[in-house]
């Protein structure tokens, strides 16, 4: 209904919309949304898989598999387009769940970051990490 008041006024929309009036709704967001249209809808998809989060094991394992591949594309890309270095640890927090649901990941200029900085390896911590979720 909040895409469908985007149409013109008078525009009424009776049912199911057709494929040209999403279409043009769509346009209207985009127009309105410029900068940051892409943004939000890729927190809206987000959300929208947190929302269904509490399936099967396997189900969260992909979910978390899906999740790690998408941030290591993110900080990959940073690294090599802008020169900008990270790390990021995740953990599933459900703890009879989540066991094995554990990742560290560093760009290229942050790698050792853990085991020099704090005498940690991957394995020690993300134990540590778990811990604090």
């Not at 009036?21 to 249209?37: M, N, V």
Request: with cysteine; hydrophobic share 35%; glycine share 10%.
């Amino acid at each position: 209904e909040r895409e469908l008041a985007r149409l013109p006024k008078g525009e009424q929309v009776a049912g199911t919309p057709t494929a040209d009036i999403r279409k043009r709704c769509f346009s209207l967001f985009k127009e309105e949304y410029k900068d940051t249209y892409s943004t939000i809808l890729e927190t809206w998809k987000e959300a929208k898989e947190l929302e269904n989060m509490g399936g099967t094991l396997a189900q969260r394992q992909q979910l978390f598999d899906k999740t790690k591949r998408n941030l290591n594309h993110t900080f990959t890309a940073l690294s090599k387009a802008h020169g900008f270095e990270g790390t990021y640890l995740l953990a599933g927090r459900v703890v009879n769940q989540d066991g094995g649901l554990g990742h560290v990941f560093m760009t290229p200029g942050a790698e050792r970051f853990f085991a020099e900085r704090c005498r940690a390896g991957d394995d020690e911590i993300i134990g540590h990490f778990k811990a604090h979720v």
